[in-house]
């Protein structure tokens, strides 16, 4: 009985090692991913490419790398004001817009995981509801919602009218975070005399700061790359990069160098941080759900 | 988790609920408004009733963009959730090189709508684009800006770029869950790869792929931006999808009603496919808790 079991596992064994020897020559896997990658690559490639050129080489030749790198266009965008002053607006409502979301959203993403209550369900799907309302049906009332406080082309109008769907975003991707922590914790913490404000600071936020952290990210980044609602509601004081480059685009005799450059820039942000989050990339895109 | 009922939780929903009312119940009370009243400029309105719901579900106009709208979605669909399964199929499961294709595969989720739209403008130009003017070289009549196919193969190829990753990323996270031991057994079992794919990772990818089928329906069905950057809604009407005909109605040519209809049969037909989409995204919430590590 016993030397049949000894050959069943030798069997296996040895099963699994054929197996593994005819996997190993023929390993052409990484060959998708990296035809992917290059294909994601090459229109960025070439707005960088671009953005090292002067606009007179872009109009008059074709080359794959510039032939005079210059820096040139980069110059112009940071002695502009007119150009700078964009990022400037565009990260100080992206900024606000993040605080506001992420500190009203941490209570009710708590209260969410946590608890049953009245209308619990109505009010998760609502919040949802919001997140994937298209922001056209929301650009006129809100122009006249926020010009009727005397709101527009303020830094707080852009950042208010964000929180539309990045507070529901957030609620979701914390809540998700919330509901991996056992309900032990808070129980013992109770026990232990916490009460739920210094709790919640001092035992909670700790053990979900990563959640924080990847909320905050996207929250950060579905701000920065909405454009229709920011540039409805600011005209010249507030007025977001994005829109900057799209009214650039309109004019006649374009500087492709100097647009491809303000492009370039506006990539920079969320190619320094997603390093930080790329293990939750998809739980964040997926609202927690992952 | 079993939770405790308790209504004093709603304390703590009170500051969202408050910040989210102001910013959609209000606006959405304007639209209301609108739609069911005309006027003749000034501050004078009267009431019309269901006259402009009537006007939008009828008109043309209306079916077209919805139409653009559906068959664009659905083009999508079919190319960047095979692909994404494709591609999250044959990425490293570990090694060096794993955090390279997350942080690559997922830069273009990160640019700004705008820029994509004009990074491709750029590309596809046929005197400064590297895709514009190798088409030129190789002698195929190619511009977005006047034919209909080009800019629909534009905008679709624009959209595979942009978005693809995000179905790959979400496929990944869900594979990456399935234990090893499940492809021992099928090894010992001697399956083949595709009743592998077939019966172990094409189940357990089920949840993360409903999600991603539904994010990338929602977001293309209110897709704005990269369009309008790229092609305006044009050439003619071609490319006119839902939002921008709204925007276009609303603010290029202050038909306030009809504007006000329209937003919410759209808004209706969202909220319809975003209960779906909550009904979908709570029972996998529930079956899968383990799916973190």
New interface residues.
């Given amino acids: 009985m016993e030397s049949t079991t000894k050959e069943t596992t030798l069997l296996?064994e040895g099963?699994?090692r054929q197996?593994n020897q005819m996997k190993k020559p023929r390993n052409f896997?990484?060959?998708?991913?990296s035809l992917?990658?290059f294909?994601?690559?090459?229109?960025?490639y070439?707005?960088v490419n671009?953005s090292f050129k002067t606009n007179q080489e872009?109009?008059s030749k074709?080359t794959l790398i510039p032939e005079n790198p210059t820096l040139s266009n980069y110059v112009v965008i940071f002695s502009d004001p007119s150009w700078y002053n964009g990022y400037i607006n565009s990260i100080i409502y992206v900024v606000m817009n993040t605080v506001?979301s992420i500190s009203?959203?941490l209570?009710?993403a708590?209260?969410?995981?946590?608890?049953?209550?009245?209308g619990?369900k109505h009010?998760?799907?609502?919040?949802?509801?919001?997140r994937?309302?298209?922001?056209?049906?929301?650009?006129?009332?809100?122009f006249?919602?926020y010009s009727s406080f005397g709101l527009i082309d303020t830094h707080i109008a852009v950042a208010?009218?964000h929180?539309?769907f990045n507070?529901?975003l957030a609620?979701w991707i914390l809540e998700?975070f919330m509901?991996?922590i056992p309900?032990e914790i808070d129980e013992t913490a109770y026990i232990d005399g916490y009460s739920f404000p210094k709790f919640f600071i001092k035992v909670f936020t700790p053990l979900i700061a990563s959640g924080i952290g990847v909320a905050a990210f996207f929250c950060f980044?579905f701000s920065?790359?909405?454009?229709?609602i920011a540039r409805?509601l600011t005209t010249v004081d507030a007025k977001p990069i994005?829109a900057i480059?799209?009214r650039t685009?309109g004019a006649s005799g374009v500087d492709?160098g100097v647009?491809?450059a303000a492009?370039v820039l506006?990539?920079i942000p969320?190619?320094l941080v997603?390093?930080f989050v790329?293990?939750y990339?998809?739980?964040g895109?997926?609202?927690g759900?992952? | 988790m079993d939770k405790t009922y308790n209504n004093k939780a709603w304390l703590l929903v009170i500051p969202v609920f408050l910040l989210v009312a102001l910013s959609a119940i209000i606006p959405i009370m304007t639209v209301v408004n609108y739609s069911v009243q005309d006027t003749f400029g000034g501050n004078k309105f009267f009431w019309v009733g269901t006259e402009w719901f009537t006007d939008v579900l009828r008109s043309e106009r209306f079916h077209d963009a919805l139409g653009r709208n559906l068959l664009f979605s659905f083009i999508i669909l079919c190319i960047e959730i095979p692909l994404g399964i494709l591609i999250a199929l044959s990425m490293p499961k570990k090694g060096i090189w794993v955090p390279v294709c997350l942080v690559l595969m997922a830069l273009p989720l990160l640019i700004p709508w705008n820029v994509v739209g004009t990074i491709w403008q750029i590309f596809g130009r046929a005197d400064i684009g590297l895709l514009g003017h190798t088409m030129a070289t190789l002698g195929i009549d190619y511009n977005y800006s006047s034919n209909v196919i080009d800019a629909w193969v534009t905008i679709i190829v624009m959209d595979v770029w942009h978005w693809t990753s995000l179905v790959v990323l979400l496929c990944y996270a869900g594979l990456v869950s399935i234990p090893e031991a499940y492809y021992q057994a099928a090894r010992i079992d001697g399956a083949s790869k595709w009743s592998v794919f077939r019966y172990i990772q094409l189940p357990k990818m089920q949840g993360v792929l409903i999600i991603a089928f539904l994010l990338r329906f929602m977001d293309s069905f209110m897709i704005y931006t990269e369009p309008f950057v790229l092609t305006g809604g044009g050439p003619g009407n071609s490319t006119t999808f839902m939002s921008i005909d709204l925007v276009k109605q609303a603010i290029g040519q202050f038909d306030l009603g009809p504007a006000a209809a329209m937003s919410l049969v759209y808004q209706l037909i969202v909220l319809l496919v975003c209960y779906v989409f909550f009904t979908v995204m709570s029972n996998v919430g529930t079956d899968k808790p383990e799916v973190e590590e």
């Fill in positions: 296996v099963a699994l197996t896997r990484w060959f998708t991913p992917y990658i294909f994601l690559m090459l229109p960025i070439w707005l671009m872009i109009l074709f506001i009203v959203a209570p009710a708590y209260a969410f995981s946590r608890y049953r209550f009245l619990d009010m998760f799907f609502w919040l949802l509801s919001n994937m309302a298209p922001a056209a049906v929301f650009v006129l009332p809100f006249q919602l208010l009218a929180c539309l507070v529901p609620v998700g509901s991996g309900k980044m920065w790359v909405e454009l229709l409805t994005a480059m799209t685009v492709w647009l491809a492009g506006t990539i969320g190619a997603i390093y790329r293990n990339i998809a739980k895109f997926a609202l759900r992952v």
